[in-house]
């Protein structure tokens, strides 16, 4: 059995969809200014904020592994776990 648990899943995958929601609704408003956005770590407790600019996240978000990630905060996909930092 995996150690790996689908609530991780979810909480990630819920987590960077809320992420795009911000984005959408709020980018072109603040195009020079940082954004609020939510750490996308695995834990289900983690309601970190993540300041990025539009362009920062665009940007990011065209490598499919990338996530907003509080400093120390850790990712966790099936068959890995990363640690990454909030920069691309």
Not at 6 to 18: A, G, L, N, P
Not at 28 to 40: G, K, N, T
Request: net charge negative; charged share 30%.
């Amino acid at each position: 059995m995996s150690p790996f648990a689908e609530s991780d899943t979810q909480c990630m995958t819920h987590k960077r969809r809320v992420n795009s929601l911000i984005h959408e609704r709020v980018h072109e408003l603040r195009e020079s200014e940082p954004i609020a956005f939510f750490c996308e770590c695995s834990s289900p407790r983690c309601f970190d904020t993540v300041w990025l600019l539009a362009g920062e996240y665009e940007s990011a978000r065209l490598d499919a592994e990338w996530s907003v990630l509080s400093p120390g905060h850790r990712c966790v996909k099936p068959g890995r776990v990363r640690d990454l930092d909030s920069s691309p």
